[in-house]
């Protein structure tokens, strides 16, 4: 069985994508996966709650809550032979950019993007500039604006880039439409 690796929390809310949006992208990505495809949410045993929000509703043969099972040794080797690892601005996503691994960076306005922003062969950023960003807050209650570019992006364009990068790396996902190919690669 192939793994995609799902990392939906960093060290600070300001960076996390929506959970419940992580929820949708999954719903999304186990209609077209091909069904020896599993996915894994990946974090600390303090994440495991926020992480069941995200896996209760879903198929549980093929989405497991892996949040506190593993030390970070197990994990590290999970992400150098996983599929795909999909994550926030969070080292997940950079040690899996290092490791060559298909990556798909959720990455919100807090820090500029071409500063930290994950390093490697297979990384696709997808991220919404707006007006405030990058605002190098700390805590998502300093935000005035609920998190606007985190919420502005939508599943759909994340699990288009899932479909591209898988596409561009010759694994057996269905090949994206021509729109989805202009949406996986926006950045902005």
């Known amino acids: ?3 995609v690796i799902l990392s939906p929390f960093s060290n600070s809310y300001v960076r996390d994508w929506p959970v419940d949006y992580y929820r949708i992208l999954l719903e999304k990505l ?6 020896d495809i599993l996915f894994r949410v ?4 303090a994440q495991a709650l926020r992480a069941r929000d995200i896996v209760r509703p879903l198929d549980a043969g093929r989405v497991f809550n892996d949040c506190g099972c593993h030390t970070w040794d197990v994990v590290a080797s999970a992400i150098g032979r996983a599929a795909c ?9 950079h040690l899996a950019a290092q490791r060559g691994v298909p990556t798909i960076c959720i990455f919100g306005g807090s820090h500029q993007r071409q500063e930290w922003r994950p390093v490697g062969r ?10 405030c960003s990058p605002c190098h807050l700390d805590r998502s209650s300093q935000c005035r604006f609920d998190k606007a570019c985190l919420r502005g992006i939508d599943p ?7 479909l591209q990068t898988m596409a561009n790396v010759g694994d057996f996902w269905p090949a994206p439409t021509p729109n989805d190919q202009a949406d996986a690669t926006k950045v902005g």
């Open 1 to 3: 069985m192939r793994e």
């Open 122 to 131: 297979h990384v696709t950023i997808v991220s919404r500039a707006i007006w």
């Open 30 to 35: 186990l209609a077209v996966a091909p069904s």
């Open 85 to 93: 690892v999909i994550g926030n601005n969070s080292g997940v996503a």
């Open 156 to 162: 759909e364009d994340v699990a288009s880039a899932v």
């Open 42 to 45: 990946i974090g600390t045993q």
